[in-house]
């Protein structure tokens, strides 16, 4: 099972804080996530065009488009930060 977190503005625009669903087969690593998610999620899909560059952590720790994913895994969004 993935647990999957929403934060700040990628949050408000998809309207959910989190989901839950089972690894998909063939999903083996964040990119791969990600091009789950644009395909089976339109509202996911539109965000991502707002926001490419989201920050994504596994397990609580950042991770690259090429981090792999086990199941039981959580996985984080976030916009990209900024500094001040």
């Known amino acids: 099972m993935l647990k999957i977190h929403y934060f700040a503005s990628i949050r408000e625009q998809l309207h959910k804080e989190e989901d839950n669903f089972c690894r998909p ?30 920050l994504v952590a596994v397990n609580q720790v950042v991770a690259s488009r ?14 990209p930060m900024t500094g001040g």
């Open 25 to 54: 087969e063939g999903v083996k690593d964040v990119n791969d996530l990600l091009v789950y998610l644009k395909t089976t999620d339109p509202r996911f899909s539109e965000v991502y065009k707002k926001t490419p560059k989201m």
């Open 66 to 79: 090429s981090s792999e994913l086990s199941d039981n895994d959580e996985v984080a969004f976030f916009p």
